[in-house]
């Protein structure tokens, strides 16, 4: 190996470390048994799994995240396909405007966007629900959906739409049988995406969640407030492997994919 | 299927406006029941805007369309039963090749038992017997075009739309799917309207062509008609190799001839037409000589080119004003011309066409 491939896998490895240690410390962390938040763990212990498990508001702030999570994806992705369709397929004035509209919320400070909201929610006495939270994520998570399903578009041949027309399928059955299959891997990431968005999402939970709709991101960072609960590390762990999860279905879905049509 | 026949189309001032411009201008065509019409056109020449039309992926700006005596202009696309193949034949990647071709009978809700009974017999006559578990990703792309005609013929629409269907094959598939087209058109009795930019294609499988430019009808006609009678400078050069040479028609002890730069050459009767006015001579390679220089028929020149395509020996000859392709036989004894040498060509005044000349016509250098 010459000298400067020797530099060049150095590089990369330094930021490979650089991006993976801080999970890893935390995850080495979660598995120590001292009360104390202590790196490197002075032993193996499942103590703050089970702590975790044991839980009461552990668990009700995860059922929420999840279900949030379920509900946003489902919304965003339903969403944000139409609004894609609408933006690749569409010819109407404005087309420019509107897709500018439907990413903006991706490019605004989620600060902005959470007083704004909160604002907007009060006044319908939604501040504190997880309705305040569905809308907030969905409205968030569109986005992503519309750029993931939005470049499946273009990249599929319309003129295989125009054929389903020709050969009996309306719009709806043209939609159903031939468009949303041939995106379905995106949909697929777009939906997992759009889960990870809310599933880790704390300013809009902090600012319209209030204590009726504590998720599991702020839950967390109340506990970093208060004190540094080692509970907080398997919670962050397990969070890692959720997220990780959510990246393997996409991944599934995209080789299965490749391997139908190879 | 011959219990099936196909159905007649009229398109009717049929035009398409984008913005402030006309790609397809007050068209007025009339294709026969049974018939293989092709549109023929250059690139921008609205072919493929006028079959957008007929399909009813995009609305006319005006004009209608009339399938079987009955206005469509209106109908949405399934609703008007015409099957379309495409140039990239637009199967669905996700349904194998039975489901490819049942969609339209599933489409239909057609029972299960006759749509697959149906799937299985249009296979068969596309040549496809036995690939119905297949996905499109793993057939060839002649085999993807049979399944595509299947599916776009297995509901028995009365008028099947192709555009540019042999464009993404090679030479050799193209030569055995122009075939392989012509056999599926007869045998389904269907009418079909078939685009393309390439003039071969459409020479050899129409039984008319409509030669667009620029949004319009140059000519329509048999394939020797247009090919041998054009009407216009444009459908000339479109449409094989021609020499035009321009000049005036004079009649001169009982015969017609053409006063132009290169002197006054013998022309057909028909020609009379033109008396008087500025014309152009068309002449075809193949429907010219070369005869040798102390030959007292044909007009004098010089060979500046001679090249062995194969099938002939292309030949350029300069005349006065002009030069001229001359395409002859590479038999054995054949008057064999050589670059730099004195040279006649002649040939038979009905062999010829005579178009309207322009303004500024000039000599066309080949």
Same mark, same amino acid.
């Given at each position: 190996?010459?000298?400067?491939?020797?530099?060049?896998?150095?590089?990369?490895?330094?930021?490979?470390?650089?991006?993976?240690?801080?999970?890893?410390?935390?995850?080495?962390?979660?598995?120590?048994?001292?009360?104390?938040?202590?790196?490197?763990?002075?032993?193996?212990?499942?103590?703050?799994?089970?702590?975790?498990?044991?839980?009461?508001?552990?668990?009700?702030?995860?059922?929420?995240?999840?279900?949030?999570?379920?509900?946003?994806?489902?919304?965003?992705?339903?969403?944000?396909?139409?609004?894609?369709?609408?933006?690749?397929?569409?010819?109407?004035?404005?087309?420019?405007?509107?897709?500018?509209?439907?990413?903006?919320?991706?490019?605004?400070?989620?600060?902005?966007?959470?007083?704004?909201?909160?604002?907007?929610?009060?006044?319908?006495?939604?501040?504190?629900?997880?309705?305040?939270?569905?809308?907030?994520?969905?409205?968030?998570?569109?986005?992503?959906?519309?750029?993931?399903?939005?470049?499946?578009?273009?990249?599929?041949?319309?003129?295989?739409?125009?054929?389903?027309?020709?050969?009996?399928?309306?719009?709806?059955?043209?939609?159903?049988?031939?468009?949303?299959?041939?995106?379905?891997?995106?949909?697929?990431?777009?939906?997992?995406?759009?889960?990870?968005?809310?599933?880790?999402?704390?300013?809009?939970?902090?600012?319209?969640?209030?204590?009726?709709?504590?998720?599991?991101?702020?839950?967390?960072?109340?506990?970093?407030?208060?004190?540094?609960?080692?509970?907080?590390?398997?919670?962050?762990?397990?969070?890692?492997?959720?997220?990780?999860?959510?990246?393997?279905?996409?991944?599934?879905?995209?080789?299965?994919?490749?391997?139908?049509?190879? | 299927?011959?219990?099936?026949?196909?159905?007649?189309?009229? *398109?009717?001032?049929?035009?398409?406006?984008?913005?402030? #411009?006309? /790609?397809?201008? =007050?068209?007025? +065509?009339?294709? !026969?029941? $049974?018939?293989?019409?092709?549109?023929?056109?250059?690139?921008?020449?609205?072919?493929?805007?006028?079959?957008?039309?007929?399909?009813?992926?995009?609305?006319?700006?005006?004009?209608?369309?009339?399938?079987?005596?009955?206005?469509?202009?209106?109908?949405?696309?399934?609703?008007?039963?015409?099957?379309?193949?495409?140039?990239?034949?637009?199967?669905?990647?996700?349904?194998?090749?039975?489901?490819?071709?049942?969609?339209?009978?599933?489409?239909?809700?057609?029972?299960?038992?006759?749509?697959?009974?149906?799937?299985?017999?249009?296979?068969?006559?596309?040549?496809?017997?036995?690939?119905?578990?297949? *996905?499109?990703?793993?057939?060839?792309?002649?085999?993807? #075009?049979? /399944?595509?005609? =299947?599916?776009? +013929?297995?509901? !028995?629409? $009365?008028?099947?739309?192709?555009?540019?269907?042999?464009?993404?094959?090679?030479?050799?598939?193209?030569?055995?799917?122009?075939?392989?087209?012509?056999?599926?058109?007869?045998?389904?009795?269907?009418?079909?309207?078939?685009?393309?930019?390439?003039?071969?294609?459409?020479?050899?499988?129409?039984?008319?062509?409509?030669?667009?430019?620029?949004?319009?009808?140059?000519?329509?006609?048999?394939?020797?008609?247009?090919?041998?009678?054009?009407?216009?400078?444009?459908?000339?050069?479109?449409?094989?190799?021609?020499?035009?040479?321009?000049?005036?028609?004079?009649?001169?002890?009982?015969?017609?001839?053409?006063?132009?730069?290169?002197?006054?050459?013998?022309?057909?009767?028909?020609?009379?037409?033109?008396?008087?006015?500025?014309?152009?001579?068309?002449?075809?390679?193949?429907?010219?000589?070369?005869?040798?220089?102390?030959?007292?028929?044909?007009?004098?020149?010089?060979?500046?080119?001679?090249?062995?395509?194969?099938?002939?020996?292309?030949?350029?000859?300069?005349?006065?004003?002009?030069?001229?392709?001359?395409?002859?036989?590479?038999?054995?004894?054949?008057?064999?011309?050589?670059?730099?040498?004195?040279?006649?060509?002649?040939?038979?005044?009905?062999?010829?066409?005579?178009?309207?000349?322009?303004?500024?016509?000039?000599?066309?250098?080949?």
């Amino acid at each position: 190996m010459s000298a400067g491939r020797l530099a060049l896998w150095l590089y990369g490895g330094a930021i490979v470390a650089f991006l993976c240690l801080p999970i890893a410390i935390v995850a080495a962390v979660s598995f120590g048994p001292s009360v104390i938040v202590h790196f490197p763990p002075a032993g193996f212990s499942w103590r703050w799994y089970a702590n975790y498990v044991g839980s009461g508001p552990w668990l009700a702030a995860t059922w929420l995240s999840v279900e949030l999570g379920i509900a946003v994806a489902a919304a965003a992705t339903a969403l944000g396909t139409f609004a894609a369709i609408a933006i690749v397929r569409g010819q109407f004035l404005g087309r420019r405007a509107v897709e500018f509209l439907l990413i903006s919320p991706m490019v605004a400070p989620t600060i902005v966007l959470a007083l704004g909201l909160y604002l907007l929610l009060a006044p319908w006495k939604l501040v504190g629900t997880p309705i305040a939270l569905f809308l907030a994520h969905t409205l968030v998570a569109m986005p992503i959906v519309v750029v993931i399903a939005g470049a499946a578009l273009k990249r599929t041949d319309a003129s295989m739409e125009l054929a389903a027309r020709s050969l009996g399928a309306g719009f709806w059955r043209t939609l159903w049988y031939v468009t949303l299959p041939t995106i379905r891997p995106a949909l697929v990431s777009s939906a997992a995406f759009a889960f990870l968005t809310s599933f880790d999402e704390v300013v809009l939970a902090i600012f319209l969640g209030g204590p009726g709709a504590a998720t599991l991101p702020k839950r967390m960072w109340e506990g970093i407030k208060n004190e540094l609960d080692p509970t907080l590390t398997a919670v962050s762990t397990i969070l890692v492997v959720v997220s990780l999860a959510a990246l393997a279905v996409v991944e599934l879905s995209r080789r299965g994919e490749r391997s139908r049509q190879a | 299927m011959a219990d099936r026949p196909g159905i007649s189309l009229s *398109l009717r001032v049929l035009t398409k406006r984008y913005g402030r #411009q006309t /790609v397809v201008d =007050a068209v007025e +065509l009339d294709v !026969a029941a $049974g018939e293989f019409l092709t549109l023929l056109g250059p690139s921008g020449s609205g072919k493929s805007s006028i079959l957008m039309m007929v399909a009813g992926f995009t609305p006319p700006s005006s004009g209608d369309v009339v399938l079987g005596g009955r206005s469509v202009a209106s109908l949405a696309p399934e609703k008007r039963n015409i099957g379309v193949v495409f140039q990239n034949y637009a199967l669905f990647p996700h349904m194998t090749v039975a489901e490819n071709v049942g969609f339209p009978l599933k489409m239909r809700r057609l029972p299960r038992a006759e749509r697959d009974a149906r799937v299985t017999e249009t296979l068969a006559r596309v040549g496809l017997a036995g690939f119905d578990g297949r *996905l499109p990703a793993q057939l060839s792309g002649g085999q993807q #075009q049979r /399944v595509a005609l =299947a599916r776009a +013929l297995v509901f !028995a629409p $009365g008028l099947l739309l192709m555009d540019e269907p042999l464009g993404a094959l090679d030479r050799n598939l193209r030569e055995r799917m122009k075939h392989e087209i012509r056999r599926i058109h007869a045998e389904f009795g269907v009418t079909v309207v078939y685009v393309t930019h390439d003039q071969e294609e459409a020479l050899t499988m129409s039984d008319r062509i409509a030669l667009l430019d620029r949004g319009r009808i140059a000519q329509l006609g048999t394939a020797r008609e247009i090919y041998e009678r054009p009407k216009t400078r444009f459908v000339a050069e479109f449409v094989g190799e021609s020499s035009l040479i321009p000049g005036t028609l004079v009649e001169d002890g009982g015969r017609w001839w053409l006063d132009g730069s290169a002197g006054r050459l013998p022309v057909p009767r028909e020609a009379a037409a033109f008396a008087g006015r500025s014309a152009l001579l068309m002449l075809r390679p193949e429907k010219l000589r070369l005869v040798a220089a102390e030959s007292r028929s044909g007009v004098p020149g010089t060979v500046i080119e001679a090249v062995f395509v194969g099938e002939a020996l292309r030949t350029v000859v300069r005349i006065e004003g002009a030069a001229i392709v001359v395409k002859t036989a590479t038999r054995a004894g054949e008057f064999r011309p050589i670059v730099g040498a004195p040279v006649r060509v002649d040939w038979d005044p009905a062999d010829l066409a005579v178009l309207p000349g322009e303004e500024r016509a000039t000599a066309d250098l080949a």
